[in-house]
């Protein structure tokens, strides 16, 4: 679901209309399907390191479209969902935010560590 850097570089013409439309339907498909699956939800997250840091405005402009969708889909599906976005800004005050994330978007290792600790 992390499309957001083609959508920077403009090399995903989806809109976030499409993005939302098509989570729909793989969350329908899913559910539909396999009734009592458990599906979670994280929400997309960003960290002012690498990539991300050298245009933050436009990253976080994106990426709040599609945490809103990701929050709305949770509720509407009734899914877990996980917030992530405070947790590592939270986290990015107990140690630097390349600790965390590497390229602004993709957790390092140590950070699958922290992941399942998250609710």
């Known amino acids: 679901m ?3 850097i083609a959508t920077i570089r403009n090399d995903n013409p989806d809109t976030v209309e499409q993005f939302e439309g098509t989570y729909k339907i ?4 899913t559910l539909n399907v396999l009734p009592h699956t458990q599906i979670v939800l994280y929400e997309p997250f960003i960290v002012p390191v690498s990539r991300v840091k050298i245009i933050t405005k436009i ?3 994106v990426i709040l479209k599609r945490q809103k969708i ?3 889909l949770a509720e509407t599906y009734h899914t ?4 992530l976005q405070k947790q590592f800004n939270d986290a990015c005050q107990k140690a630097p935010a390349n600790y965390w994330i590497w390229d602004g978007i993709h957790p390092c290792y140590q950070d699958m560590n922290y992941l399942p600790d998250l609710r």
Do not use: A, G, K
Not at 80 to 83: Q, S, V
């Open 80 to 83: 877990t969902f996980i917030r």
């Open 59 to 61: 990253w976080h402009v």
């Open 70 to 72: 990701d929050r709305t």
């Open 2 to 4: 992390n499309d957001v």
């Open 26 to 29: 793989i969350l329908e498909q």
